[in-house]
């Protein structure tokens, strides 16, 4: 009984000292944030699936083996380095059965203060065990995205702590009010970076891969695209979770 009660206080002890490292060294990259030559970031912004992050990027038959948990973690990493501290998740697939999300939700938030948005794509209203789930994080530091009307947010969620917000705020086709592509960083479930949701797929807007590098050099890569063509501008569903959108009519953002 001693010796697993040792063993237990010892990775208890091994566990603080790690946290404590990585608190340490987010503050040393925040530091370090003012020599680099990308904009200040805010939102990051990530298409998940019920299989995570995928390597693949050029179709379903290549390479489209899961982004390890360690890559997502350092995505995130290096997010809150350049100045982010909004994590928004897109769930292509249900709530329960994208798992990943809780262990990288937790990281952001208790490694880095972020704030968790989590956007239910396919989802008007929370169900009780959707709820649940959503519990398990700190719920201060959690927003559920759901598209319904402005007017129209399920009440089960305020009873149980949980902050719903329109993840549609602006009707679709209208221009978009958004806060700035240049202070996002988008990635899409194959790990592929866009200027924004808006393009996802568009090539002519790939910005990169997660595990091309560094963010920062890939952001700041001459040929990274951050803006886009005007004409194409408009409000869509996928706009819908946007965070750079959402900062337009949510205080806090």
């Given at each position: 009984m001693t010796a697993k009660t040792d063993e237990t206080s010892g990775l208890e002890d091994a566990s603080e000292i790690y946290f404590e490292t990585v608190k340490t060294l987010k503050r040393k990259l925040k530091a370090c944030k003012a020599c680099a030559a990308t904009d200040d970031i805010t939102y990051l912004w990530i298409c998940v699936s019920a299989g995570g992050l995928k390597r693949g990027f050029c179709g379903e038959n290549a390479n489209d083996s899961p982004v390890p948990m360690h890559q997502w973690l350092n995505v995130i990493d290096e997010a809150a380095s350049l100045g982010a501290n909004w994590l928004i998740l897109t769930l292509n697939d249900p709530l329960e059965e994208c798992e990943d999300i809780w262990a990288i939700s937790k990281w952001a938030q208790q490694i880095h203060n972020m704030t968790v948005g989590l956007h239910l794509k396919n989802?008007?209203?929370?169900?009780?065990?959707?709820?649940?789930?959503?519990?398990?994080?700190?719920?201060?530091?959690?927003?559920v995205l759901l598209r319904c009307e402005p007017d129209?947010?399920?009440?089960?969620?305020?009873?149980?702590?949980?902050?719903?917000?329109?993840?549609?705020?602006?009707?679709?086709?209208?221009?978009?009010?958004?806060?700035?592509?240049?202070?996002?960083?988008?990635?899409?479930?194959?790990?592929?970076?866009?200027?924004?949701?808006?393009?996802?797929?568009?090539?002519?807007?790939?910005?990169?891969?997660?595990?091309?590098?560094?963010?920062?050099?890939?952001?700041?890569?001459?040929?990274?695209?951050?803006?886009?063509?005007?004409?194409?501008?408009?409000?869509?569903?996928?706009?819908?979770?946007?965070?750079?959108?959402?900062?337009?009519?949510?205080?806090?953002?």
């Open positions: 989802s008007a209203t929370l169900t009780k065990p959707e709820v649940k789930l959503i519990r398990q994080l700190e719920l201060s530091k959690t927003k129209k947010l399920p009440g089960i969620s305020e009873q149980e702590g949980i902050t719903v917000w329109a993840a549609n705020p602006q009707p679709d086709g209208e221009r978009p009010k958004c806060r700035g592509l240049k202070r996002m960083i988008f990635v899409n479930d194959k790990g592929v970076l866009y200027t924004c949701g808006l393009v996802d797929g568009d090539d002519s807007y790939r910005i990169g891969h997660v595990e091309d590098g560094h963010l920062m050099q890939t952001l700041n890569a001459p040929n990274a695209p951050r803006l886009i063509d005007a004409n194409i501008r408009l409000i869509t569903p996928e706009c819908d979770g946007c965070p750079a959108l959402l900062a337009g009519f949510f205080q806090g953002i």
